[in-house]
C-alpha cells in the first residue's frame, strides 16, 4: 500500500469531529502565516542629525515621563503661597508686653518692701525672676536696668502705651518681610508721643519691636496642597499613536531621537510580544469560529468534505486578500478596496449556508482589519473592518435563497453599490482633504471590488460543485431544467408518471417550506423521484392510456417486484448520470418500507392464506431526512387525492390525514426529524395546496348549433 493511500485510509477513519479539529487547527496556522507579516514591529535606521528618510510616525501611544514630570514642576512652581492671618496675635503679643512691665513692677516692689534687709538682689538675679515670670529673653541687660530703675508711674504709662501700640500694629498682616517696617513705625510713634527718661524709653522702644512679629504666615499644608493638585491637573506630555514624530527630509536632533528610541522604532531586536499577541488572537478567532460553527442548526450537514471546502474558501478568500496587502506597497491611495473578499462570503452562502457566511463574514473584516494595517495609526485598521464586513454582509443577504445566475450579478452590483456608500462614509469621517482624483480612484476601487467578487464566484462556483459534489441552489436549478436528459426521458417514456412529478414536486416544495426545511431540494428530488418507471412505464397506472392493466394478467407477487423496483432502479439511473447523493436518496426513500397493500390483500385473496408482509413491503431504507419524508407524503396523497371521483376539502384533508396518520404508525418516520407539529403542519399546507388546485368550477351549459 502506498503512502498517499495510507494517508487517505487514515482521513476516511478519522471521526467528523476530530476531522473537523484538525481542518481548524490547520487553518489557525494558515491565518497565523498570512498576517505574521503584519504585526511584525517597524524600525527605522537613522542616527542624530542624519535626514528622515520618510514621515516616522509612532506606532503606540507612551508618556515621556522625563517631560511630564518637567511640566509638573513648572506647573507646580506657577503655584503663589498660600498665607494665613492670625487674629489672636494683637491680643498675645500686648499681653506679652504688658505681661514683662507687670513682673517688674513686682519685683521692683517686692524690693522696696526688703529695704532694711541685706539681701538684696543683683540685676542679673532680677532679670532671672522675670524670665522665670514671663518668656521674653530678648530683651538686651541695659533695657532690663532701664525699667528696674523707672518709677512705678513710668512703667504704667509705658504698659499702656506699648500694649497699644503693639495691638495696633499687629491688627495689621504683617509679612515677614514688612516686620522691619511696621517696627521702625512703632518706634516713631513711641518717641513722638510718648515722654520718658532716655534710658527708658530705649527699653520700651526694644519691648515693642521684640513684640511686633510677622502674622501673615505661610500655610504649608494649603500651599502644599495646592501645588499638589497643580500636579495632578497637568496633562501628562505623551506621544500619541500615529504621530508624526520626524517629517520626510527633517533632521533627526537629539530630542527627536530619543523619542523614536523611546517608541522602540530603534529597536533592532524584535520581542516576542507581537507574535504572542497574534497567536492569541488568532486562536480566539478559530475557537469562537469552531463554537459558532459547532453550534449551527444544520450541524448535522456539516462533513468532512464540507468543512474541508470551507476551510478552502477561507483560505481562499484571505489568500485575495494578502495578494492585494502586497499591492499597498505600490502607494495607491485605497488600493486595499478592490479586495475581492465578498467572494468568499458569496460562495460560502451558496455551497454551505446563510448562518456561516454571515459568521464568516466577522471573520473575514477582523483579519482585514490587519492585513491592511499598513499606514494604520494603529495594528488594526478598523476603517476596513466596517468596510469589509458591510460589503459581504450586503453580499450574503441580497442572494436570498435563490441563487439564479442573474441573483448572483445583481449581488456584485449591489455589493459595489454598497462599497462606495463605505467608502464614501469612511472619508467623510476621516475629515481630510482630498482630491477629486483621490476620491474617484477610491470610489472605482470599490465598485471593482464588487465586479470582480461576482466573476470569482460565478467562475468558482461549477469548479468547487464538481470537485465537491456540494448540492448547490445554482444545482439544484440547474437540475430542474426540464430540457434534462432524464427528464426528458421522462416526459416522452412516462408522460403521466411527469405529470405526477411535476404534481408532488409543487406539493411537497410546499410542504418543506412550511416546517423550514430546503423546498427546493424537495422539488427536485420530487421531478426525479419515480425517475425508475421509465424502466416499465406500463406497469404503473397513470401512463396506462386506452389500454388494459397488465396486472390483470400476472400474479400480485409479480406485480409486487415490478412496483418495488422502480425506486432502485431510479437510483441506479440517478448514478450513472452522477446526480447528487440527497436527489439520489429521495428516489431510493420516499416509498421507505411501506407496504404494497393492494398487491398484498389480492395476494391473500388468491392464496386463501396468510402471506408475509415482508414480500410486499419495499426493502428500504426509511426516510432520513425531512425532504425526503415530505417527498413520500406528497407522491403518496397526490395519487389517492387524484382517484377521488369529486375532490372536496373535506375529503382531501381526511385523504392526506389518513395517509399521513398510516405512514406513522408504520414508522416510516422513525428516523427523520419530524415533529408532529411539523407533520401537522405539513397536512395543513398540502391541504391548501390541493384545495387550490382542485377548486370547484362552473358548469357551462351546452348552446346549440344555430342552423
Known amino acids: 500500500m502506498t503512502k498517499q493511500k495510507q494517508k487517505v485510509l487514515k482521513w476516511n477513519q478519522t471521526s467528523p469531529k476530530q476531522a473537523k479539529v484538525l481542518l481548524f487547527v490547520l487553518l489557525g496556522c494558515i491565518v497565523y502565516a498570512m498576517l505574521v507579516s503584519n504585526v511584525r514591529p517597524n524600525t527605522v535606521d537613522v542616527e542624530t542629525y542624519s535626514y528622515s528618510p520618510r514621515d516616522i510616525q509612532s506606532p503606540i501611544t507612551i508618556e515621556m515621563k522625563e517631560e511630564t514630570q518637567k511640566k509638573q514642576g513648572e506647573a507646580a512652581d506657577q503655584v503663589d503661597n498660600i498665607y494665613s492671618y492670625d487674629k489672636n496675635s494683637p491680643l498675645t503679643q500686648a499681653t506679652k508686653s504688658s505681661d514683662l512691665f507687670k513682673a517688674i513692677k513686682k519685683i521692683n516692689e517686692t524690693e522696696k518692701s526688703h529695704k532694711d534687709k541685706e539681701d538684696t538682689l543683683s540685676l542679673d538675679q532680677k532679670i532671672e525672676q522675670v524670665k522665670g515670670l514671663v518668656d521674653n529673653e530678648k530683651i538686651s541687660p541695659d533695657a532690663y536696668e532701664a525699667l528696674f530703675k523707672a518709677s512705678s508711674n513710668d512703667l504704667d504709662t509705658a504698659r499702656e502705651f506699648t500694649s497699644s501700640v503693639i495691638s495696633e500694629t499687629e491688627s495689621n498682616k504683617i509679612t515677614l518681610g514688612q516686620v522691619d517696617d511696621y517696627r521702625e513705625r512703632a518706634e516713631n510713634k513711641i518717641r513722638q508721643n510718648l515722654k520718658l527718661p532716655r534710658a527708658l524709653m530705649n527699653a520700651v522702644v526694644e519691648i515693642t519691636k521684640n513684640n511686633i512679629v510677622s502674622n501673615y504666615l505661610l500655610n504649608v499644608d494649603e500651599t502644599k496642597a495646592a501645588k499638589q493638585k497643580a500636579i495632578d491637573e497637568t496633562e501628562p506630555v505623551v506621544i500619541k499613536e500615529g504621530e508624526i514624530i520626524v517629517r520626510k527630509g527633517d533632521v533627526v536632533t537629539p530630542e527627536k531621537f530619543k523619542q523614536l528610541k523611546l517608541v522602540g522604532l530603534l529597536d533592532k531586536e524584535t520581542g516576542f510580544y507581537p507574535y504572542t499577541g497574534l497567536f492569541l488572537f488568532v486562536l480566539i478567532l478559530m475557537v469562537g469560529l469552531y463554537y459558532l460553527l459547532q453550534e449551527s442548526p444544520t450541524k448535522e450537514r456539516i462533513t468532512k468534505k464540507t468543512m474541508l471546502l470551507y476551510i478552502i474558501l477561507v483560505t481562499f478568500t484571505l489568500l485575495c486578500m494578502k495578494l492585494v496587502s502586497f499591492a499597498d506597497k505600490m502607494e495607491i491611495d485605497g488600493i486595499y478596496f478592490v479586495a475581492p473578499f465578498a467572494a468568499g462570503a458569496m460562495m460560502i452562502k451558496m455551497l454551505l449556508d446563510e448562518r456561516t457566511a454571515i459568521i464568516s463574514s466577522f471573520f473575514f473584516a477582523l483579519c482585514a482589519s490587519l492585513l491592511f494595517n499598513e499606514g494604520s495609526t494603529g495594528t488594526f485598521n478598523f ?325
Not at 526 to 541: L, N, W
Open 383 to 707: 476603517s476596513l473592518t466596517f468596510y469589509v464586513l458591510v460589503g459581504c454582509l450586503s453580499g450574503v443577504l441580497f442572494l436570498g435563497k435563490r441563487h439564479y445566475k442573474t441573483r448572483i450579478l445583481k449581488a456584485g452590483t449591489f455589493v459595489a453599490f454598497v462599497n462606495v456608500l463605505c467608502i464614501l462614509s469612511i472619508l467623510f469621517l476621516q475629515n481630510a482633504k482630498y482630491t477629486i482624483g483621490q476620491v474617484g480612484i477610491e470610489l472605482g476601487l470599490g465598485l471593482l471590488s464588487g465586479f470582480v467578487s461576482t466573476i470569482l464566484a460565478l467562475g468558482l462556483m461549477p469548479m468547487l460543485e464538481s470537485w465537491f459534489q456540494i448540492l448547490s441552489t445554482t444545482k439544484l436549478i440547474e437540475l430542474s431544467n426540464p430540457n434534462h436528459p432524464l427528464l426528458r426521458k421522462l416526459l416522452i417514456e412516462a408522460p403521466g408518471t411527469y405529470h405526477h412529478s411535476i404534481m408532488v414536486a409543487n406539493l411537497a416544495e410546499a410542504g418543506c417550506e412550511s416546517i423550514g426545511a430546503n423546498g427546493l431540494v424537495a422539488r427536485v428530488g420530487a421531478y426525479y423521484h419515480d425517475i425508475g418507471k421509465t424502466k416499465r412505464p406500463h406497469f404503473f397506472i397513470e401512463n396506462q392510456m386506452n389500454m388494459e392493466n397488465p396486472h390483470d394478467k400476472i400474479a400480485p407477487q409479480l406485480s409486487s417486484t415490478i412496483i418495488i423496483a422502480h425506486p432502485y432502479d431510479g437510483s441506479k439511473m440517478l448514478k450513472e448520470y452522477k446526480l447528487p447523493q440527497e436527489i439520489i436518496d429521495i428516489a431510493e426513500q420516499h416509498h421507505g418500507t411501506s407496504l404494497l397493500r393492494y398487491f398484498y390483500i389480492k395476494a391473500k385473496d388468491q392464496c386463501g392464506k396468510e402471506i408475509p408482509e415482508s414480500d410486499f413491503r419495499y426493502p428500504g431504507p426509511k426516510a432520513q431526512s425531512r425532504e425526503s419524508a415530505v417527498v413520500g407524503i406528497a407522491d403518496g396523497v397526490e395519487a389517492a387525492v387524484r382517484s377521488l371521483s369529486k375532490p372536496t376539502p373535506v375529503k382531501i384533508d381526511a385523504i392526506i390525514r389518513k395517509i399521513i396518520t398510516e405512514r406513522l404508525e408504520d414508522g416510516q418516520f422513525d428516523e427523520c426529524e419530524l415533529t408532529f407539529k411539523e407533520l401537522d403542519t405539513v397536512a395543513q399546507t398540502l391541504s391548501e395546496t390541493l384545495n387550490g388546485i382542485f377548486h370547484s368550477r362552473i358548469e357551462y351549459p351546452e348552446q346549440q348549433l344555430k342552423k
